[in-house]
């Protein structure tokens, strides 16, 4: 069993940065894929990034591509989601998932947690 708790968002003006974190309790965290995902009012939760078990492979969504920086350390439990040149579209509230059940781009995770808000403003 895994437990994932967010932390890191806040308000930031457009062209600001943030970095997420994604803690887990579990010894398990560090065999497990992981991906951030965010959902705004209204919208379904989208994909945002995915990393592998090792930290080996990275995948984006195209909307985040060049901004968004996902990474791992498997020693401490935890994911991050480096966020830079953020825009007005970038508010959601952001969730981060570990063990994909098949794509790491889909919503059929495992474990969740709670979610971070993130708001930007113009």
Do not use: H
Request: glycine content about 12%; aromatic content about 14%.
């Amino acid at each position: 069993q895994v437990q994932l708790v967010e932390s890191g968002g806040g308000l930031v003006q457009a062209g600001g940065s943030l970095r997420l974190s994604c803690v887990a309790s579990g010894r398990t965290f560090g065999l497990y894929p992981v991906g951030w995902f965010r959902q705004a009012p209204g919208k379904e939760r989208e994909f945002v990034a995915a990393i592998s078990w090792n930290g080996g492979s990275k995948y984006y969504a195209d909307s985040v591509k060049g901004r968004f920086t996902i990474a791992r350390d498997n020693a401490k439990n935890t994911a991050y989601l480096q966020m830079t040149d953020l825009k007005p579209e970038d508010t959601a509230v952001y969730y981060c998932a570990a063990d994909p059940k098949g794509s790491y781009s889909n919503t059929e995770y495992n474990y969740w947690g709670q979610g971070t808000q993130v708001t930007v403003s113009s």
